[in-house]
């Protein structure tokens, strides 16, 4: 298990939170990238307050962030009782920002491979289309929307993990909604010859443009979540 970092923890409502900024979060990924696959996929969790609750409430959720080798907190508010418990975290970083900040240090001479895992079918397409039109450095080498409830079936989890390691990804971006994309993580990070997994919920319909983010104000009060409702009532 490659589940400890250098950065310091700090214990927050039960979860373990490294210590860290979002360039560092960014240098952790690139620097992992670099060691390259070492057994099994070091994946990150971003808990914001809804998955800090599951936490406490799951046993099952409780092993899935504790296998994970980063957990990065997403949520303005989990920053800011990070601070009134005297034990802060330096900002909020949230996976969708860490997935553009990623984009953005990538650079042409070494780009960065990535898979896209999850989304409605034709989504994660739709990403890979304006990801690399935007980012020339990223290289979308597979995508894949699976079918709702296919984690239930060995054999599509088997055939999945084979098309993504036979692409060869340098990050995984899965984007299956908490906890279905931390529990698919923690199963099967050890078939995954990936060097870094990123779970990170609606990433890729952002990177669509089917769901836009939230405000930077409303972000920094912690009401994303009323955002995506008001945004997509369908939610
Ligand atoms: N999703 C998926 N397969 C599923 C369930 C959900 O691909 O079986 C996708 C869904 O289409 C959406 C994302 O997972 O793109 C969930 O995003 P959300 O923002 O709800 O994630 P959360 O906030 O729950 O982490």
């Given amino acids: 298990m490659f589940n400890h970092t250098e950065f310091k923890k ?3 409502f039960g979860i373990d939170f490294d210590v860290l900024t979002m360039r560092q979060a960014v240098d952790w990924v690139y620097r992992t990238v670099a060691l390259g696959w070492r057994s099994e996929t070091r994946y990150v969790v971003t808990p914001n307050v809804n998955l800090t ?7 099952d959720f409780r092993r899935y962030v504790h296998g994970a080798a980063l957990t990065v907190v997403d949520g303005a508010p989990l920053v800011t009782a990070s601070r009134w418990l005297g034990m802060p975290l330096p900002e909020r970083v949230a996976g969708s920002d860490l997935v553009l900040s990623l984009f953005d240090a990538a650079i042409e001479e070494c780009p960065l491979r990535v898979f896209f895992l999850g989304a409605a079918p034709g989504v994660a397409d739709r990403a890979a289309t304006s990801v690399v039109a935007k980012w020339p450095a990223v290289q979308v080498v597979g995508t894949c929307s699976p079918p709702l409830g296919f984690e239930h079936y060995a054999d599509q989890n088997r055939e999945l993990v084979q098309q993504i390691n036979a ?6 971006i899965i984007g299956l909604g908490a906890p279905k994309q931390e529990a698919w993580a923690f199963q099967h990070r050890q078939q995954l010859q990936v060097p870094v997994s990123l779970c990170v919920g609606g990433t890729i319909d952002f990177l669509a443009g089917e769901q836009t983010r939230a405000p930077q104000w409303l972000q920094r009060m912690g009401a994303e979540w009323l ?3 008001a945004t997509n009532p369908r939610r």
């Fill in 10 to 12: 700090e214990r927050l």
């Fill in 53 to 59: 609750m599951r936490h406490q409430k799951s046993d």
């Fill in 167 to 172: 692409a060869e990804p340098h990050v995984l």
């Fill in 227 to 229: 955002w995506r409702i």
